[in-house]
């Protein structure tokens, strides 16, 4: 199982930002992939996370507080998960990963529970 993080960067306050989250080695039908992100000295959180067989998106304890500016979606064909960030801000500023669990074992998008990790990749938002 891998996972690729890219599209990170650095952009100014109300910037939009799209990274994706390239899935390889596994059924990529079977799994939710989750967004989260880890802003320095703080504990990495949950945004968002989507099931890649029927499109179902959950949120995790950031994503319900966004106010509709990040968005998750799939390419099938590509195995690939994208993550929309809108009106970016400075506290934005963290390394953001995409993490994977099986449909079948999936309860909540929280960081405990995902089985399979990507390297991070880092969005600084200045101000």
């Known amino acids: 199982v891998q996972l690729q993080a890219s599209g990170g960067g650095l952009v100014q306050t109300g910037d939009s930002l799209r990274l994706s989250c390239a899935a390889s080695?596994?059924?990529?039908?079977?799994?939710?992939i989750g967004w989260f992100r880890q802003a320095p000295g703080k504990e990495r959180e949950a945004i968002l996370c989507i099931n890649n067989n029927d499109g179902s998106v959950y949120f995790g304890e950031y994503g319900e507080s966004a106010n509709g500016r990040f968005t998750i979606s799939r390419d099938n064909s590509k195995s690939t998960v994208f993550l929309q960030m809108n009106s970016l801000k400075p506290e934005d500023t963290a390394v953001y990963y995409c993490?994977?669990?099986?449909?079948?074992?999936?309860?909540?998008?929280?960081?405990?529970?995902?089985?399979?990790w990507g390297k991070g990749t880092l969005v600084t938002v200045s101000s």
């Open positions: 993490a994977t669990d099986k449909i079948v074992y999936f309860r909540r998008c929280q960081r405990d529970g995902m089985d399979y």
């Open positions: 080695g596994f059924t990529f039908e079977h799994y939710v």
